[in-house]
Each structure stands twice: as structure tokens, then as C-alpha cells.
């Protein structure tokens, strides 16, 4: 079981106090060792960030945690492998170029049996199922969408997009658990087959509090009335902030901090968490429960 996390927003915003809590998850409070990857959408530009090693351990992870990189869309992973090798080839969020935009996308799940046929110019790079699955839905929405030129007619927007990803995310989770994060930095669409959480933000923003570690940020002096804040995750962030779980086979689109668009497929079922085989060992640290950990969690930016 991998963990992901994504925000979108409808005015630049960093995402490090988030971050961190979730970057704890990768080796001090959870066993999501076998890499981790962030993205963030700047302008035009995406910067992807990737490594395979714990996050928790991580220089990297250690300074994104400081830096505040300013996004709109920012999607992030926490790996604890069950198919393909730890290497970074492997590591989510995956990206590729279609009609002009950078798409990037993060899975936790599990597919079983899942060799779909790939006749387009899209290949995985790694071993895992999660990048073959991402491959496999930009073929198809291309095919979907083969009529539309970049010299000649805009990108398809959320609207048309959306109800083509539910359709094939719902094809894609007959093989197990599908949950994910996609973004072409527009617009973010998520997909829940077992286990997903979102939390909307907005004024009067409230006092949170991390879960995964002894800190609390005043949301409202970080942000304006006018601010909104989506985040997305495996599981809850914060203490006392109401996350909301979404079903088994609901999609959800997000653009500008708040949701656009939504579809429930009742034919999707949840599968059992799959074991992690070809991992790292992981032992919970002995100072998990303390606030004297690594650097990564102080000094801690925005």
C-alpha cells in the first residue's frame, strides 16, 4: 500500500507543512520506505522530484520540506513496492507529454494480470504496474481524442476529459485496487477504488495540526478570504480538520480549489490490500513517537 497526496488551489501555495507529515509516513510513523516521488506545476513548467530512497531519510525530501515551491497543483508519493524492483525508475508521480501539456500521475494500488496492449507512443520505463496503467489510459484518451490537433484546436478541457478517465480508471480497477492522482496541471482527477480522503479549505481557515508529528500551523495567516485549498490523500493529514472518504469507484475532478465534477461507478470493487514482497524490511523507529527526529522536520519554511 503506497500513500499519496495531492492539493490544488486557486492561487499559488506551498505545500510544506503538508509535506512533512506526509514525508514522515515514508520510514519514521509508516513503512512506505521503497521511494517517493512530488511534483509541482509552475506557469507552463512542472518540476518533478524523485528518489528512491525513504523519504524520511531523504536530503531531498529534507529540502522540499524547507523550500516553499509555490503551485497550484502538486501531486505526491510515498512507495512501498509490490510489483517492479525499488529503483528510481519506479518511483511515482510518473510523467509523459500529450497535445502539448505535461500529464503526471501517482497510483497506489495493486493490478493483477494487467498486461494491456500498448500500440502507441507510450512505454513504461520502470517495471511496475502503476506506469503501465498510465501509459495504457494516455493511449486511450488519445485515441479518444485523435481528432483534435495541437496547431489547430485547444486541448479537451476537464469536461470533456472527465467522464472518459472514469470510464477507463473503471476498466483498469477489474484488476485491483486503482487509487489515483492525475494532472495535466489544469485540472486534478482522482480515482478511488479503496481508500482515498479529501479535504476542502477555505476562509475562516482553521489551526491544524499533523498527525504524523508534533506540529500545528495557523492556516488563517498563511491565507487570504478569497483562498481555496483541496487536498487529497490516502489518509487524513491533520488531526481535528474534516477529511471526507470517497467511495469505491468514485471519481472526482478538482480545478481552482474546489470540486467540478463527480461520478460514482457502482460496478467498482475494493480488493484485499495487497502484502508489499519486494520491498525494504522496515522496523518502526524507536523515536517515532517523539518530536527528536531528523532535520526534516524543523526549520520547516511555510
Same mark, same amino acid.
Given at each position: 500500500?503506497?500513500?499519496?497526496?495531492?492539493?490544488?488551489?486557486?492561487?499559488?501555495?506551498?505545500?510544506?507543512?503538508?509535506?512533512?507529515?506526509?514525508?514522515?509516513?515514508?520510514?519514521?510513523?509508516?513503512?512506505?520506505?521503497?521511494?517517493?516521488?512530488?511534483?509541482?506545476?509552475?506557469?507552463?513548467?512542472?518540476?518533478?522530484?524523485?528518489?528512491?530512497?525513504?523519504?524520511?531519510?531523504?536530503?531531498?525530501?529534507?529540502?522540499?520540506?524547507?523550500?516553499?515551491?509555490?503551485?497550484?497543483?502538486?501531486?505526491?508519493?510515498?512507495?512501498?513496492?509490490?510489483?517492479?524492483?525499488?529503483?528510481?525508475?519506479?518511483?511515482?508521480?510518473?510523467?509523459?507529454?500529450?497535445?502539448?501539456?505535461?500529464?503526471?500521475?501517482?497510483?497506489?494500488?495493486?493490478?493483477?494480470?494487467?498486461?494491456?496492449?500498448?500500440?502507441?507512443?507510450?512505454?513504461?520505463?520502470?517495471?511496475?504496474?502503476?506506469?503501465?496503467?498510465?501509459?495504457?489510459?494516455?493511449?486511450?484518451?488519445?485515441?479518444?481524442?485523435?481528432?483534435?490537433?495541437?496547431?489547430?484546436?485547444?486541448?479537451?478541457?476537464?469536461?470533456?476529459?472527465?467522464?472518459?478517465?472514469?470510464?477507463?480508471?473503471?476498466?483498469?480497477?477489474?484488476?485491483?485496487?486503482?487509487?489515483?492522482?492525475?494532472?495535466?496541471?489544469?485540472?486534478?482527477?482522482?480515482?478511488?477504488?479503496?481508500?482515498?480522503?479529501?479535504?476542502?479549505?477555505?476562509?475562516?481557515?482553521?489551526?491544524?495540526?499533523?498527525?504524523?508529528?508534533?506540529?500545528?500551523?495557523?492556516?488563517?495567516?498563511?491565507?487570504?478570504?478569497?483562498?481555496?485549498?483541496?487536498? !487529497?490523500?490516502?489518509?487524513?493529514?491533520?488531526?481535528?480538520?474534516?477529511?471526507?472518504?470517497?467511495?469505491?469507484?468514485?471519481?472526482? !475532478?478538482?480545478?481552482?480549489?474546489?470540486?467540478?465534477?463527480?461520478?460514482?461507478?457502482?460496478?467498482?470493487?475494493?480488493?484485499?490490500?495487497?502484502?508489499?514482497?519486494?520491498?525494504?524490511?522496515?522496523?518502526?523507529?524507536?523515536?517515532?513517537?517523539?518530536?527528536?527526529?531528523?532535520?526534516?522536520?524543523?526549520?520547516?519554511?511555510?
Amino acid at each position: 500500500m503506497c500513500q499519496l497526496l495531492g492539493m490544488n488551489c486557486n492561487s499559488d501555495a506551498a505545500i510544506t507543512f503538508s509535506f512533512t507529515g506526509f514525508a514522515a509516513r515514508g520510514g519514521r510513523t509508516a513503512e512506505h520506505i521503497d521511494g517517493w516521488g512530488m511534483a509541482f506545476y509552475e506557469r507552463s513548467g512542472c518540476r518533478v522530484f524523485h528518489d528512491d530512497q525513504p523519504a524520511s531519510e531523504s536530503p531531498l525530501a529534507e529540502f522540499l520540506s524547507r523550500y516553499p515551491i509555490k503551485s497550484r497543483i502538486v501531486i505526491a508519493h510515498l512507495r512501498r513496492a509490490t510489483q517492479g524492483g525499488v529503483t528510481l525508475s519506479n518511483c511515482h508521480p510518473f510523467q509523459r507529454e500529450w497535445l502539448g501539456q505535461t500529464w503526471v500521475f501517482a497510483n497506489n494500488g495493486d493490478l493483477k494480470d494487467f498486461q494491456p496492449v500498448l500500440d502507441g507512443p507510450y512505454r513504461p520505463v520502470g517495471s511496475t504496474d502503476s506506469e503501465r496503467a498510465f501509459c495504457w489510459l494516455l493511449q486511450e484518451l488519445r485515441k479518444r481524442f485523435a481528432d483534435r490537433d495541437l496547431d489547430r484546436d485547444q486541448p479537451p478541457s476537464w469536461r470533456e476529459l472527465a467522464p472518459h478517465v472514469a470510464q477507463l480508471s473503471e476498466v483498469i480497477a477489474r484488476h485491483g485496487n486503482f487509487n489515483f492522482l492525475l494532472t495535466n496541471g489544469a485540472a486534478l482527477y482522482t480515482h478511488c477504488s479503496s481508500r482515498l480522503q479529501v479535504l476542502q479549505r477555505r476562509h475562516p481557515f482553521p489551526m491544524a495540526r499533523l498527525i504524523d508529528c508534533d506540529m500545528s500551523l495557523d492556516l488563517s495567516a498563511m491565507n487570504g478570504a478569497d483562498d481555496r485549498i483541496v487536498l !487529497v490523500a490516502t489518509d487524513p493529514l491533520t488531526a481535528d480538520e474534516a477529511w471526507q472518504p470517497l467511495s469505491t469507484g468514485e471519481c472526482r !475532478v478538482f480545478v481552482d480549489g474546489e470540486e467540478v465534477w463527480r461520478d460514482v461507478n457502482p460496478a467498482t470493487r475494493a480488493f484485499p490490500i495487497a502484502t508489499a514482497t519486494v520491498g525494504r524490511p522496515w522496523q518502526q523507529p524507536r523515536w517515532a513517537g517523539s518530536s527528536a527526529w531528523p532535520m526534516l522536520l524543523r526549520d520547516i519554511a511555510v
